[in-house]
């Protein structure tokens, strides 16, 4: 058994997006290769509604699949091809776009103001680019859920762990996506495959990503006072963690405890030429796409 290193442990930045949607990004738009088969990852997380009302209108995707995680509130989406719906709190949407999609989904905080989700895009490999979009919503209750003992919880979203199946299947990034909680002090080892690249994304308490003894966090550059040091520091809200090669990766909860996604996928390893929502190989296909939507042939007939 080998333990995971951490790589990086980085905050996500605030960002606008949509129409004007206040959000969180924790990795997008820079080098494709250091989470392939991943390309963006945001937390679009607010208290006020203001600050998500506007959400995300009508938009193009090509070339990639988008995950979309619903914490607090509800997410209305609707596509080019008629299909519509609404996502509650605990349920998730895996959209292959594929080919050529047009949709929008617009947020909805519940009744305390809350609005609170995550989105993933996941890369799809050069023989998957032009196939047919597709969706799997899966409600909540659907989502295995495994209690440990020691008062670990995880939902397992989509892959196998601990004996549980995700209900999303049939992606091409063959990925594991957990939504895992840790309790205060408590030091959980959990299962990676060694042929996928792993992140870890930390939404509440704060906990150490390595095998130490004791919570006392892995080294980070962080600026302190207008200085940029080197400190040792709990991975807390907001973080992004990259994992190194190996057999599991573990925490060490700290005094509030943790709640994190673990998301592995295995790599695609082909060239990214990448414009906004469509991802394709090469920039002649970029181009190509562009002139689709130019032309109103993005949309492909169903066969």
Known sequence: MSIRPVLSADQSKPTLEG????????????????????????????????????????HPHRGIETITYVLAGEVEHEDSL??????????????????????????????????????LWANLPRDLKMTAPNYQDVPSVEIPVIEEDDGSKVRVIVGNFW?????????????????VSVPA??????????????????????????????????????EVMGQEVNIRDLSGNRTVIRFGAGDDVRVQAGP???????????????????????????????????????????I???H
């Open 256 to 298: 509030e405890g943790v709640r994190f996604l673990l998301v592995a996928g295995a790599p695609i390893r082909e060239p990214v030429a990448w414009h906004g929502p469509i991802v394709m190989n090469t920039k002649d296909e970029l181009r190509q796409a562009m002139s689709d939507l130019r032309n109103g042939t993005f």
């Open 163 to 179: 004996g549980r199946s995700g209900p999303v299947d049939g992606i091409a990034a063959d990925p594991l996506y957990l939504d």
């Open 300 to 302: 492909r007939p169903a």
């Open 82 to 119: 008629g299909n519509k719906g609404r996502l509650g709190a605990g349920d998730i949407q895996w959209m292959t776009a594929g080919s050529g999609i047009m949709h929008q989904e617009m947020p909805h905080a519940n009744t305390k103001g809350q609005m609170h989700g995550f989105q």
């Open 19 to 58: 129409a004007g949607v206040h959000l969180h990004r924790a990795f997008g738009f820079h080098d494709p290769k250091a989470y392939d088969p991943f390309l963006l990852f945001d937390d679009f997380r607010n208290d006020d509604p203001r600050l998500s009302e506007k959400g995300f209108p009508w």
């Open 185 to 222: 002090g408590v030091t959980k080892t959990l299962p990676v495959d060694t042929r996928r690249q792993a992140f870890a994304y930390v939404f509440e308490g704060a906990g150490a990503f390595a095998d130490a003894a004791a919570p006392q966090g892995v080294l980070l550059e962080k």
